[in-house]
């Protein structure tokens, strides 16, 4: 038996191969888009796909379940209660999957969602690992408030709290402590609020260490769950859909983007989303842009700015950069948006680069705006009178900004700052200056005021 964990960093996404020597089959849980990985994990071990379980419809992430079946003929399991389009087998609580020396147990555990399941592995008559979806993390459980617009069911958070509270102490901390835990998703994912750097733990580890599985009252449960969670992305109802109906094959897909080595004309009024590095946007871009640079937060960032269903532009440097990054909206299911792609090298808009120094003995001349999430700003406030709208509220937002002063636009590190800051350039254009913090905001702290 052999067990494969994928990881997809900026999505901080985790799926698995469960691999039977014996029979030489797979069966896949929670695939990427793109399932080259997979493919290329069945050739070097002379198995077949035969198997792709869905342990719920994803919100963040768009599934290669569909193609994976078309291509290979490998089953979908998932709940019944997921209600799916695409061909597929119940995988209910009691029902299993054999593969060679391997059983595949499927448990109901609704909480992050109600169609939720957990697959343990027995291998030789004892269980050794339990996949948990995003119903279990390491340090975490899974945030119970996306299904309330999405999905074939749909519930309020306080409901789903309430059922996750019962999924986690009736279903998986009864497992033997030594089974470990393999989840959907590590740091970094929006899917829960303090995920660890881990990206496996046994179940006796986690029982002493994750808060959720603690003794607490259920009422006390529900509320702390509930708290401070992050915010919701625009494009996470939307990708509920597209892994209940499945996502076309990849390849398919990308080929009917229309690419281009020049500069396009791009429509008045559709977003233009420029990927290219900071210094070079503010050089040189095109009106209606936005610099959402390439990095980790590329996918998250893209589906939270763009609306789905609304058309944007692509631009980067050069036609390598552009269809990664073509490839990696595709991986939340953005591609059918995109209205053209195009490489980039200089535009008619400039944007001024901040006299830091004057800015430090001279703040109460600009507007300052923290971009950070309102948690963000009062747990670590920097500028005592700055103007907090959170980037993934501020395009709707952004009028609520005064023109009366130059406006500087900060977050944590720099990279929200430099997309805040061309959404801003585009509104106040004309108006008053804007300018990007950028990392620059690492040598400023708030004083601490003594009593």
């Not at 888009?33 to 035969?50: C, G, H, M, S, V």
Request: glycine content about 8%; aromatic content about 8%.
């Amino acid at each position: 038996m052999k067990i494969q964990q994928f990881e997809d960093r900026p999505l901080a996404h985790y799926s698995y191969a469960i691999l039977s020597i014996s029979a030489s089959e797979i069966v896949l849980i929670d695939p990427s888009r793109d399932i080259a990985p997979y493919l290329e994990f069945a050739r070097a071990n002379q198995a077949k796909i035969t198997g792709v379980i869905e342990t719920h419809p994803h919100a963040d992430f768009a599934s290669g379940h569909l193609e994976l079946h078309q291509l290979t003929g490998a089953s979908i399991y998932c709940s019944r209660l997921s209600g799916v389009s695409y061909p597929h087998r119940d995988f209910d609580e009691g029902d299993e999957i054999v593969l060679g020396k391997i059983k595949l147990k499927a448990l109901n555990t609704p909480g992050h969602s109600p169609d939720s399941i957990s697959i343990v592995l027995e291998h030789e008559g004892a269980d050794k690992a339990v996949f948990t979806g995003d119903t279990l993390f390491i340090g975490d459980c899974g945030r119970p408030d996306l299904r309330e617009h999405a999905g074939s069911i749909m519930a309020a958070r306080e409901v789903l709290a309430r059922q996750m509270y019962h999924s986690l102490r009736e279903k998986l901390a009864v497992l033997d402590d030594a089974v470990t835990v393999y989840p959907a998703h590590g740091a970094g994912s929006l899917c829960g609020k303090s995920l660890s750097q881990e990206s496996s733990n046994t179940i006796g580890e986690e029982k002493r260490s994750n808060w959720s599985l603690q003794q607490m009252p259920e009422d006390e449960f529900v509320r702390m769950l509930i708290s401070e969670q992050p915010f919701i992305p625009a494009y996470f109802p939307y990708d509920v859909e597209v892994n209940r109906k499945g996502a076309e094959a990849l390849d398919t897909a990308l080929e009917r983007i229309n690419f281009s080595e020049v500069a396009v004309a791009p429509v008045k009024g559709v977003v233009i989303i420029d990927a290219r590095p900071a210094s070079t946007f503010k050089d040189g871009a095109l009106p209606g842009s936005v610099n959402l640079q390439e990095g980790n937060a590329f996918e998250t960032w893209l589906g939270t700015l763009v609306k789905p269903g609304e058309p944007f532009y692509l631009a980067a440097g050069n036609t390598e950069k552009l269809r990664a990054l073509a490839a990696r909206a595709a991986k939340i299911g953005y591609e059918p948006m995109i209205k053209g792609a195009f490489v980039l090298q200089d535009g008619p808009e400039k944007m001024g680069r901040l006299d830091v120094e004057d800015f430090k003995s001279h703040e109460s001349s600009y507007t300052i705006l923290d971009i950070r999430s309102a948690a963000e700003a009062a747990a670590t406030p920097i500028f005592r009178d700055a103007l907090n709208i959170p980037l993934n509220e501020l395009r709707e937002r952004a009028e609520e900004v005064p023109a009366g002063k130059p406006v500087v636009v900060h977050c944590a590190g720099g990279y929200r700052s430099a997309a805040g800051s061309s959404i801003m350039a585009g509104v106040l254009r004309g108006k008053t200056p804007v300018y990007d913090l950028g990392e620059a905001v690492k040598e400023f702290t708030l004083p601490v005021l003594k009593a």
